[in-house]
């Protein structure tokens, strides 16, 4: 698939935001001592504005942004629809919620927003994922890898920037033992999901072939002890380029990606890890951190768009998807 930066920069600042508003609503919920109000209403002020910049980012992808209301209208049938629902309601809950922190308001209003934050957050990040997973053309997204990624990643990203921001307002950072664990548990989700969708992994013993899109699985096998004859392509009806060569035909050179997968891992994973585990409350190295973190998952979600192939991908020349 052809990548996309306003796709790409929307599901890592979504994602990043979402993953912030989780996490910090969970932590006021179950450790109210961990983190002062002054650090819980600018983590949940800069978990909007992320989200907020990667839903602007995403309309600028519609051939007519105009018709962006359109995408409330399917909630039963498009998880599109669903996200774009789910997000409509995050703000005001979030901002409410928001509010009550920076008044240093407590009791059950609190907790209750909290949860509501931490909810309906987590629904517009798996719905996102969904997006993706549910598309059965796309191998390397139709797996369950893929909402686990993208949970595992925007919290990930978020906590990265809750620990940054606690570091740099209240000279502490709480959440290193929290952050470190989930980094390594999403590297290694990350790691997995790389491997399901290469040459050794099960997806590939499935991919899409052109002898299973028309039907001779095995190839045609002739009398007797005949090899079987492979499908190829005679005629891929045109002469030039068109739409679905444009955007679904995007080829990704093995060492690029190799390139990018180390950047992605070095970036996104080992040097914010670095941090965490070094245990070095100093909020300007938490900075870096975070960005260096996100930096990286810009990387890999353009991976994520770059290697996956979609099935029309026969009918244009590739023997197998």
């Not at 919920?29 to 002062?36: G, R, S, V, Y």
């Not at 502490?172 to 790389?194: E, I, M, Q, T």
């Not at 990704?252 to 950047?263: I, Q, S």
């Given at each position: 698939?052809?990548?996309?930066?306003?796709?790409?920069?929307?599901?890592?600042?979504?994602?990043?935001?979402?993953?912030?508003?989780?996490?910090?609503?969970?932590?006021?919920?179950?450790?109210?001592?961990?983190?002062?109000?002054?650090?819980?209403?600018?983590?949940?002020?800069?978990?909007?504005?992320?989200?907020?910049?990667?839903?602007?980012?995403?309309?600028?992808?519609?051939?007519?942004?105009?018709?962006?209301?359109?995408?409330?209208?399917?909630?039963?049938?498009?998880?599109?629809?669903?996200?774009?629902?789910?997000?409509?309601?995050?703000?005001?809950?979030?901002?409410?919620?928001a509010a009550l922190a920076a008044g240093a308001a407590g009791g059950v209003w609190r907790d209750f927003f909290a949860l509501a934050t931490c909810l309906v957050a987590w629904a517009v990040l798996f719905s996102t994922s969904m997006i993706y997973a549910s598309l059965k053309p796309i191998r390397q997204w139709r797996t369950t890898w893929t909402p686990l990624n993208y949970l595992l990643?925007?919290?990930?990203?978020?906590?990265?920037?809750?620990?940054?921001?606690?570091?740099?307002?209240?000279?502490?950072?709480?959440?290193?033992?929290?952050?470190?664990?989930?980094?390594?548990?999403?590297?290694?989700?990350?790691?997995?999901?790389?491997?399901?969708?290469?040459?050794?992994?099960?997806?590939?013993?499935?991919?899409?072939?052109?002898?299973?899109?028309?039907?001779?699985?095995?190839?045609?096998?002739?009398?007797?002890?005949?090899?079987?004859?492979?499908?190829?392509?005679?005629?891929?009806?045109?002469?030039?380029?068109?739409?679905?060569?444009?955007?679904?035909?995007?080829?990704?050179?093995?060492?690029?990606?190799?390139?990018?997968?180390?950047?992605?891992?070095?970036?996104?994973?080992?040097?914010?890890?670095?941090?965490?585990?070094?245990?070095?409350?100093?909020?300007?190295?938490?900075?870096?951190?975070?960005?260096?973190?996100?930096?990286?998952?810009?990387?890999?979600?353009?991976?994520?768009?770059?290697?996956?192939?979609?099935?029309?991908?026969?009918?244009?020349?590739?023997?197998?998807?």
């Open positions: 698939m052809k990548p996309a930066f306003s796709i790409v920069f929307f599901t890592v600042s979504s994602g990043a935001g979402l993953g912030l508003l989780a996490l910090l609503a969970l932590a006021d919920l179950f450790a109210p001592d961990a983190l002062a109000d002054r650090v819980v209403w600018r983590a949940a002020l800069l978990g909007l504005l992320l989200v907020a910049a990667g839903l602007a980012s995403s309309v600028l992808h519609l051939a007519n942004p105009r018709n962006a209301w359109r995408a409330f209208a399917r909630f039963r049938s498009s998880w599109l629809s669903r996200e774009a629902v789910f997000a409509a309601a995050l703000f005001p809950i979030a901002a409410i919620y990643l925007g919290h990930w990203s978020g906590v990265l920037l809750l620990a940054a921001m606690a570091a740099a307002y209240a000279g502490s950072a709480p959440f290193f033992l929290l952050g470190a664990l989930l980094g390594l548990v999403a590297l290694g989700v990350k790691l997995a999901y790389w491997y399901s969708i290469g040459e050794r992994g099960a997806g590939a013993k499935r991919a899409p072939t052109l002898e299973r899109a028309i039907g001779v699985d095995a190839g045609v096998h002739g009398p007797g002890t005949m090899t079987a004859a492979r499908a190829r392509l005679l005629d891929v009806g045109h002469s030039h380029g068109t739409f679905l060569t444009d955007e679904f035909g995007f080829v990704l050179a093995r060492r690029h990606a190799k390139v990018l997968r180390g950047a992605a891992i070095v970036l996104g994973f080992l040097l914010p890890l670095a941090w965490l585990l070094a245990g070095a409350a100093h909020w300007q190295l938490g900075v870096a951190a975070a960005c260096c973190g996100i930096m990286g998952l810009l990387a890999e979600r353009w991976l994520f768009f770059a290697e996956a192939r979609h099935t029309v991908r026969l009918y244009h020349g590739d023997p197998r998807t």
